[in-house]
Structure formats: C-alpha cells, structure tokens
C-alpha cells in the first residue's frame, strides 16, 4: 500500500479536466483526439500550477481613464516535458504561458532494470532563476519524475520553484517523489487506484506516448 501525503498533492478536479480526462482514458479514442485533449488539459494544469505568481501593479492606460491594472510580476518560467510523452502536452501549456521558454530532458525507464536512463538535457539560459513546469502526462514508477527533478535541483534551481505536471499519477508514484522530493508539488488530474506488474498505471489510460503519436 503507498504511503504519501496529499499536502504536496494538487488534484484538479475541475469538471471540464475530468470530463476530457474520461474521454482520454477510452481505449476507442482515437490518436487526434488523443492528442487534442493531452493538450487541452495541459492548458487547465497550467492555470491552475500558475495560481501563485506573483503580481505587480502596472499602469495602464484605458480608452477612459489611466488604472493599476496587475500583471505578473516574474515572468522567468520554464516549461520541461520529459521526452517523449510529456512534449504531448508542451503545446497546450504554451497556450497557457505564451511567454514561457522551453527546455526538454529525455530520460527513458529501461524496461527490464526499470531504472531510468538519462540520455539528453537541455534547458533555458538561467533555468536557475526560473520557476519551472515540468510536465509528463503520466507518474507511474516515479523514477523518471525523481531523476528529471534531481537534474533540475542539480543545476540549480530549487525544489520550492519545480512543480511537476502529470495528467494522472499512481499512488507509488507520488510516494516515490514525495520521499526523494518533499519539496516539489506535484499536480494531477487524477490519482488511480495501483500499478500492475507490468508498471501500468490502473485504471491509467495505457502508453500516453504511444496513444499521443499513434505508435504501437
Ligand atoms: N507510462 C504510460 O504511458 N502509461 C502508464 O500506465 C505508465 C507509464
């Protein structure tokens, strides 16, 4: 039984995620579909991973009179999908934080030491300073998400700055990271019920990698 807790935990559970979270999860959708709604939920989990920017007041002129209007105050934030599902939901978090730059860490899990293999990194100019969004639609193990934020921390930037975006999470999952990263919030859509011996998350939704881009 995993043993975690929900205080570094955010479940989404906004009507519109779990109603095209539902429609991810058939085994009939198709990969366009499949790929639209990655994207579409990845927008949501970014509104909701950006609750706390800080904001700062900035006049602004209206057709009627000039105001304090608010805009964000630090603007230096990173988006990092880990290759290569998590790019599946790189376009709809640019949708989000147009203004967001991009890096991409590509770890795979071996599939019979089920270790993961890190095999490319490259992240923005002063990724340090940034608040960074790390995005793979699905923790499972959790040792991809472990060893992407371990990179992360590596070169420099804090655990308070990471959240870790994933469409769903497995409880073993969650209580890999929350061990190795106590530090890092975690946002999902849904927390399922188990991983089976062959590391799929149940109910899960399958291989997102293999769904989003049509591969078998
Ligand atoms: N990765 C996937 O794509 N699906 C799972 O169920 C587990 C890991």
């Known amino acids: 039984m995993a043993n975690f807790s929900t205080d570094t935990v955010k479940v989404i559970d906004h009507p519109l995620v779990q109603h095209k979270l539902a429609i991810l999860r058939d085994k009939y959708t ?61 376009d709809g978090a640019r949708q989000a934080i147009p203004a967001a730059k991009v890096g991409h860490i590509g770890i795979y899990r071996d599939h019979e030491t089920r270790q993961p293999v890190d095999y490319y990194a490259k992240f923005p100019a002063e990724i340090e300073k940034r608040r960074v969004l790390l995005l793979d639609p699905m923790l499972a193990t959790g040792g991809t998400a472990v060893d992407a934020i371990s990179k992360l921390k590596k070169c420099g930037v804090p655990g308070e700055r990471i959240k870790f975006l994933c469409i769903i999470a497995a409880p073993e999952g969650l209580e890999i990271v929350q061990k190795a990263h106590p530090d890092v919030l975690v946002y999902t859509c849904h927390i399922d019920d188990y991983l089976n011996e062959d590391a799929y998350i149940v109910p899960g939704l399958g291989d997102a990698g293999d769904r989003i881009f049509g591969t078998k």
Not at 71 to 85: F, G, S, T, W
């Open 30 to 90: 198709g990969t366009q579909q499949f790929s639209d709604l990655i994207s579409e939920i990845a927008t949501f989990m970014c509104y909701e991973a950006t609750r706390d920017l800080p904001l700062g007041p900035t006049p602004v002129e209206t057709p009627i009179c000039t105001c304090q209007a608010q805009m964000i105050d630090d603007r230096k934030l990173a988006l990092v999908p880990i290759l290569r599902a998590g790019t599946g939901m790189l």
